[in-house]
């Protein structure tokens, strides 16, 4: 069976989209999600998103991580989705309901209300979620923050000098993330302007994660670091993040389809 797709990216996050709204699509098991995303004998991507009809909105978005795994959102994708819906739409996540809307060059999605319980990020026992009495070699006292996907936040002097590669794989499977967890280190760079890198849970370090943006916006929110909207910088690009204590994330940023293409199935089965 020949299945067409769309490749997307971020901020060079990158998408394989697959869009069973418009034609079938057969079920996507870990093991495709992960063939499918190999860079070497794949097409090669951060996520396979699956875009379906939903009984409550306007669509739903299935996101896996390179690994197989599905996670609950993507900020990047979000964006892509909505450039490529090309209208204001509320779509269904396992997350929780998010809106999209396109914009000159990319889109604004609001990512709903950011979570700090600790039983909602989740944490394997409770604890003080604004700075955690823990830490790993150099990162100590991390914000845990969830939004639509669990997020530990560092603020250092120079994000840029943090090994993630060998940092990031041991916070991600520490005991204390049951689900495990994206890591996310950050610095100061000027007024309400953060410098972020991310290794991502399921798909290590990325140019760019929404998410990963938003959770590290509010958390400089809360410990008043910077004021709303906050810009903030990835290795791929700037995003902007809107948010107030009690509402709604609102993130802001390009998007862009890079091709369009097609594959048999059964060759990642």
Request: hydrophobic letters at 45%.
């Amino acid at each position: 069976m020949r299945v067409s797709f769309i490749k997307m990216h971020g901020l060079g996050n990158d998408f394989v989209v697959l869009d069973a709204r418009v034609e079938a699509v057969p079920e996507v098991t870990p093991q495709i999600a992960r063939a499918i995303a190999d860079r070497r004998e794949g097409i090669g991507c951060d996520q396979v998103i699956l875009l379906e009809p939903s009984d409550s909105q306007a669509f739903r978005m299935r996101i896996f991580n390179a690994d197989g795994g599905e996670v609950e959102a993507c900020g990047n994708a979000s964006r892509a989705v909505a450039m490529l819906h090309g209208e204001p739409a509320t779509i269904e996540t396992a997350g929780g309901a998010i809106s999209l809307e396109p914009a000159e060059g990319g889109a604004s999605v609001d990512m709903g209300r950011p979570r700090f319980g600790w039983d909602a990020i989740p944490l394997a026992y409770a604890m003080d979620t604004a700075a955690m009495p823990v830490g790993w070699d150099e990162l100590q006292s991390p914000m845990a923050v969830n939004v639509g996907n669990p997020h530990s936040v560092f603020f250092v002097e120079d994000a840029d000098t943090i090994d993630l590669t060998t940092l990031g794989p041991a916070i991600e499977t520490d005991p204390l993330f049951p689900e495990r967890v994206n890591v996310n280190v950050a610095s100061l760079v000027g007024d309400n302007h953060l410098n972020l890198h991310v290794w991502e849970r399921g798909a290590g370090l990325t140019r760019a994660c929404g998410t990963g943006a938003c959770a590290t916006a509010v958390a400089a929110i809360r410990k008043r670091l910077a004021e709303s909207p906050v810009t903030v910088t990835l290795p791929g690009g700037d995003l902007t993040i809107e948010w107030s204590e009690g509402g709604s994330i609102r993130m802001t940023g390009p998007a862009t389809e890079a091709y369009r293409g097609s594959f048999e199935w059964d060759d990642f089965a």
